[in-house]
């Protein structure tokens, strides 16, 4: 549509468009426009009022409003119920509210009309009839009123036989300015694009974005915007309570003269009812769409039953408590069926819009409560059926706070309005929301009723997913939790502290692990692995490799061996996952790391000499489930006090950063002096941890090195001799007295001289070798070199052998047995007395 097609002479009505020449402008109506800001100053003037008030724009711009607009003629009576963006009678002298010449002086509230005489420009013309429809503007800027007028004439030249100037409104009236000057469309609009790129520039203060979305709105729907805020949504549609009723009242008086005329009674009276009830059930569809809109932005389930609660009030009630099941609180699961008088409902949320602190006392949220039979919000529950009370008796007052012990809650809820909603999702009552209306509120009705529990089956469905999402969730965790170990803080020449974060981005649940596992010879196993990705699958992979991780190195394996037998049962388990794992052995006798890597993060070891951290130059080796690539180890010397930071690639590595950066923070941090193992950990996660842009789970293992010294290890090699069963005995006995361990000794020297015996008569060529460590607990060792592993028996009365192994497990802390490289170990643990 050009600028420039305004006609003097307006056309016949009709679908069609308008030509340059004017040849064709079907569907228009000549149209003043006309903005007025707070002051009453004239700020936007358009072509169409310069040929319909005969001032040019220049002279208009700035002056007041009042001085501009001649309108004379009966001033219409306000109705006794302003309708809010009804269009009236415009053929009729009754009005719709103010006059204009009132609305320019004292402003309005809500969009009026009206019909009047005025004196025009042309004095051939003499005084023509003026249709004006006023709107308030509502908004940050200084525009107050929008003005549109046009020459009721022109209307009437273009209507049909079977039309009326009263069925006229201005249906784009906020779509004229700057498109066709002075024009108004009553058919589908062609330029909405170009319509809502100019919509700003007769009110300023909106935006291109809102102008595209209210210009959508209008030409769907067929009527005008009535109010326009930045902080809300622009109702398009009027209330549909009061919107036509000028035009039913207008019905009725037709109706009522063509009854007292004897004539039949026009068809659209007759349809005014199902007019009525059609414009009721749009308002209930597009209030539920926005509520929809709003809900179920998150798998949150506290933030979820907060976006519910928000969303009906005040719209659509002034009171909403939301119940709901213990189990769907806890994120747990539950049985189905109806529930009973035994189900405890939590109250997860109250929104009102009375004083604060009103209700907050008498029921506060998190209370859990169950209800009574005889009350409307068991029956709700059970019959999963909305439940309505019109009003609230003061009988059920009572019986309502009979519930609450030393509470007084019918001041509350004594007459007003209540609709009880229940939660459901596939059939399964989940909770239920208790609606209430102000006692001058409007009553719930039959229509509340469904648009309630169309709300609730839309509310329960968003929480029931949340609530899924909640429990998978927690089932997750469980289960990973399960698969980490307690790793005590103390073992064998070393001291530990671990930490474990879950996910923050891309699910709490991952792959992370940490492990340490006993060793023959007080020595210390420490293992640090991560499996790629996220979710169940990879804590159940996890799980696996962990389990197999323990197993082997309870052979004794070497690292490098170790993880190529991780490998290949990675590669019986399934190609799907990869994983990365790093394994250290750590030997307090001797001082030394044995390490092997497959494709994990070096680890950083801290020096106690200097207090200098390094990261250790291991083989990188490819990640578990690759198949076929070899795995290298290194040993490294340690001394008492050296630290050692082994973790995941999630604590030192943040999307858009280089690793190195991560690993640097790492060293130094680790480097940190600290007072305990724990504050240490601490000071790791804090310094890496605060840095933004974590998504992955963190698996931390930090250990202490503290060695065991020369002078408590004692060692003896044994001749294949029964008779050096007695030495063995007499040698220990002779250390624990040196030790200040004698209250140990009767037990000891029974315990070693069974497990002597039996390392005697079976071993082959090797001696057999005695060890004694004293450290948190005394420990004794006995080696050979046969390979067959003793096993627990249950020996007879007649029995003359199997009595050994059972001495042993009665009288120890801990025992075990395990292969070496040139045969077995078997070995015990007392607790060592107190000081």
Known sequence: MDRGTERDAPPSRGAGSGTADGTDDAGRIPLAVVVVDRDGLVSHWSTGARRLFGVPKEEAIGEPAIDLLPVSGALPEPDDDPPHGAYGEYGAYDGLGPGLESSLDHGLSYPAAGRARLTVPDPDQGRADVLWWAYPLVGPGRERLLVLAADASGLHRQQQPTESAESAEPTAALAVERIAPGFALHTDFPGAEELARRLPEILPSMSVGESARIVAQVLELGYPVLEFSQNDRVPVTPDWGVTRRVERRARRERAARAAAEGRPVPEDFADEGED????????????????????????????????????VVPRFTDVAGTYLREQVVAGEGFAEGVPDTRTMWHRVALEHTDEPGRWDDVVPVGEAMP????????????????????????????????????????????????????????????????????????????????????????????????????YQESVAETLQDSMLPHIPPRMAGCDIATRYLPGTLLGRVGGDWFDSVKLPGARTALVVGDVMGHGLNSAAMMGQLRTAVQTMAALDLPPAQLLRNLDDLAQRLGDTYLATCLYAVYDPIAGELHLANAGHIPPVLVRAVDGRSELLDLPTGAPIGVGGVPFESVRVRVEPGDRLVMCTDGLVEVRGEDIGVGLATLCESAAHPAASMDDACDTIIRALNTRGGRKDDVALLLTRLNGIGPDDVAEWRLRLDPAEVGRARAAVREQLHDWGLAKLAYHAELMVSELVTNAVRHSHRQPVALRLVRGDTLLCEVDDDDHELPTLLSAGPEDETGRGLRVVSTLAREWGTSRTGAGKSVWFELTLPRR
């Open 276 to 311: 009525l009830e059609y414009t009721a059930v749009r308002e209930r569809l597009e209030f539920l769409n926005e509520v929809s809109g709003r809900i179920g932005t998150s798998l949150d389930l506290s933030r979820t039953i907060i976006e519910v609660s928000k969303a």
């Open 371 to 470: 209800f009574p039979a005889h009350t409307p919000f068991f029956q709700c529950m059970t019959t999963g059926e909305p439940v309505l009370v019109p009003r609230i008796s003061e009988q059920m007052g009572h019986a309502i706070a009979s519930q609450f012990e030393k509470r007084d809650i019918r001041p509350l809820i004594t007459g007003r309005s209540m609709l009880v909603v229940p939660l459901k999702a596939r059939n399964v009552v989940l909770g239920f929301m208790i609606l209430l209306r102000h006692p001058g509120r409007v009553e719930f009705n039959d229509m509340d009723r469904v648009t309630g529990a169309e709300l609730a089956a839309r509310a329960g469905l968003v929480l029931d997913n949340a609530r899924m999402y909640t």
